[in-house]
T-cell receptor, first 115, second 112 residues
Framework: EAGVTQFPSHSVIEKGQTVTLRCDPI?????LYWYRRVMGKEIKFLLH????????ESGMPNNRFLAERTGGTYSTLKVQPAELEDSGVYFC?????????????FGPGTRLTVL | QKEVEQNSGPLSVPEGAIASLNCTYS??????FFWYRQYSGKSPELIMS????GDKEDGRFTAQLNKASQYVSLLIRDSQPSDSATYLC????????????FGQGTTLQVKP
C-alpha cells in the first residue's frame, strides 16, 4: 500500500511569488491534515479535512494560505504571495478515521524556501 | 509554558543500553499520545500510540503514560545505532479533529 506522497520535495521561490504544494493521502483515508515545521520550532498543525470539507483550519497563519481538497482525494496548499517567514517544511498526514484515537501517517514533506 | 515539552538532547546511550525519552504535556484534557521517529530529512514515522494509563509494549519499544502526572515516556531496549534519530512526542486534545500537538523532539544517539 502506497504511503502519503507529497510534491514537490523541495521548492525555492522568491518573496511575492506563488507556490502550490500537493498531497496525496493513503488510499481510503478520508482525513487529511497539513502541518508545518519552521526552523528551530516544533511541528505545528495547520488544518484538517474530512473528505472535501474543512473540519478545522484554526492553525492557518493568515489569508495568504489557501487549502483545497476537491473531490476528497488529493489536497493542495497554496501560498500567495509567499513571505520569508513561510519558509519551512510542510507535512501532510492522513488517517482512516476521525478524532483523537486515529493514527496519522505522515508524508515526506515539502521543504519550502522563500528568498 | 509549551503545550508539549521534550528535552531536545542529544541523548547519548551505548549500543545495547536502554534509552529513555520523556515528554510532559500541559492540557489535562489530552486524550491520546503518540511517539514518532524521524530520521534526518525524512517523514515522521509512527512507532507507538498509547491512550490509557500504564505501559504498552511493542517489540523493543515500551510507551508509558501517567495522566495524573501529565507525563508520557518511551523506552527503547537493546538500543541499536539504527535507532539514532529524533523522537517526537505528539498529543491529541480534540476529540473532533484529532489534530496533533508536537514537542520539539529529542535527538537520540546510539553509539556502537
Amino acid at each position: 500500500e502506497a504511503g502519503v506522497t507529497q510534491f514537490p520535495s523541495h521548492s525555492v521561490i522568491e518573496k511575492g511569488q506563488t507556490v502550490t504544494l500537493r498531497c496525496d493521502p493513503i488510499s481510503g483515508h478520508d482525513n487529511l491534515y497539513w502541518y508545518r515545521r519552521v526552523m528551530g520550532k516544533e511541528i505545528k498543525f495547520l488544518l484538517h479535512f474530512v473528505k472535501e470539507s474543512k473540519q478545522d483550519e484554526s492553525g492557518m497563519p493568515n489569508n495568504r494560505f489557501l487549502a483545497e481538497r476537491t473531490g476528497g482525494t488529493y489536497s493542495t496548499l497554496k501560498v500567495q504571495p509567499a513571505e520569508l517567514e513561510d519558509s519551512g517544511v510542510y507535512f501532510c498526514a492522513s488517517s482512516q478515521g476521525q478524532g483523537s484515537y486515529n493514527e496519522q501517517f505522515f508524508g515526506p514533506g515539502t521543504r519550502l524556501t522563500v528568498l | 509554558q509549551k503545550e508539549v515539552e521534550q528535552n531536545s538532547g542529544p541523548l547519548s546511550v551505548p549500543e545495547g543500553a536502554i534509552a529513555s525519552l520523556n515528554c510532559t504535556y500541559s492540557d489535562r484534557g489530552s486524550q491520546s499520545f503518540f511517539w514518532y521517529r524521524q530520521y534526518s530529512g525524512k517523514s515522521p514515522e509512527l512507532i507507538m500510540s498509547i491512550y490509557s494509563n500504564g505501559d504498552k509494549e511493542d517489540g523493543r519499544f515500551t510507551a508509558q503514560l501517567n495522566k495524573a502526572s501529565q507525563y508520557v515516556s518511551l523506552l527503547i531496549r537493546d538500543s541499536q545505532p539504527s535507532d539514532s534519530a529524533t523522537y517526537l512526542c505528539a498529543v491529541s486534545v480534540s476529540s473532533n479533529t484529532g489534530k496533533l500537538i508536537f514537542g520539539q523532539g529529542t535527538t537520540l544517539q546510539v553509539k556502537p
